[in-house]
């Protein structure tokens, strides 16, 4: 079956530490996303790609950093310089162009 | 600026039908989708509509007025399954910007 795989599902990090939070999907999308959701509120973009190579900046790109070297992975770095990192991490592919996004099961990272 | 508003939260009973209001600011626009997500789950996508007009799918439907910049998504023959958080996303060029979310709680 074809969809997103995001792993790990939970993922503990200590202050002042780099984590990155892998995304893979088998949909041949050309674009792909990331999200950020805290509790109670609305998915907050990340970065995005629409192709290899290349990607642009969300809303809250501070104290992130991602890469897309192929088109199945959008791979996403937590690092230390992101203030408030506990938050649940939503992967989300699509073809260029579609207004249905197909999300990932996402990655609850907390911060001890 | 861009933003998109929705009532926190609406309740309601089994069988029942609930509309849930979306209106939105942004500075460009390519249409209206919604979303659910069940707690801890993934968002799912449920509806587009990219004219004005309602557009149904079996129980749920989703209309949009660009003039009004406001999209509803209403559930008919409310089931225990449809709470969730249920979200109204406008798409600006080539991304989605999401709003904060409706939770919706079903009783019986």
């Known amino acids: 079956d074809g969809g997103i795989t995001q792993s790990p599902k939970y993922l503990f990090r200590k202050e002042g530490q780099n984590v990155t939070l892998s995304c893979e999907q088998n949909l041949n999308h050309d674009a792909m996303y990331w999200y950020r959701q805290d509790p109670g509120q609305g998915l907050r973009l990340i970065y995005y790609?629409?192709?290899?190579?290349?990607?642009q900046k969300g809303d809250i790109a501070e104290g992130y950093s991602v890469s897309r070297e192929k088109k199945e992975s959008f791979p996403l770095t937590v690092t230390s310089a992101q203030k408030n990192p506990t938050a649940f991490y939503l992967c989300?592919?699509?073809?260029?162009?579609?207004?249905?996004?197909?999300f990932g099961s996402g990655t609850r990272l907390t911060v001890v | 600026g861009q933003s998109l508003e929705q009532p926190s939260e609406v309740t309601a009973v089994e069988g029942a039908i609930v509309q849930i209001n979306c209106t939105y600011q942004?500075?460009?626009?390519?249409?209206l989708s919604w979303y659910q997500q069940h707690d801890g789950g993934a968002p799912t996508f449920l509806s587009y509509?990219?004219?004005?007009g309602l557009e149904e799918t079996g129980r749920f439907s989703s209309f949009l007025s660009r003039s009004d910049s406001y999209g509803y998504l209403l559930l008919q023959e409310l089931q225990m399954k449809d709470s969730a958080s249920y979200f109204c996303a406008v798409r600006n060029t080539d991304k989605l910007i999401f709003g904060t979310g409706t939770r919706l709680q079903v009783f019986p």
């Open positions: 989300a592919s699509s073809e260029a162009g579609a207004y249905g996004y197909t």
């Open positions: 790609s629409q192709i290899v190579n290349d990607f």
């Open positions: 509509n990219a004219l004005d």
């Open positions: 942004t500075s460009g626009f390519y249409g």
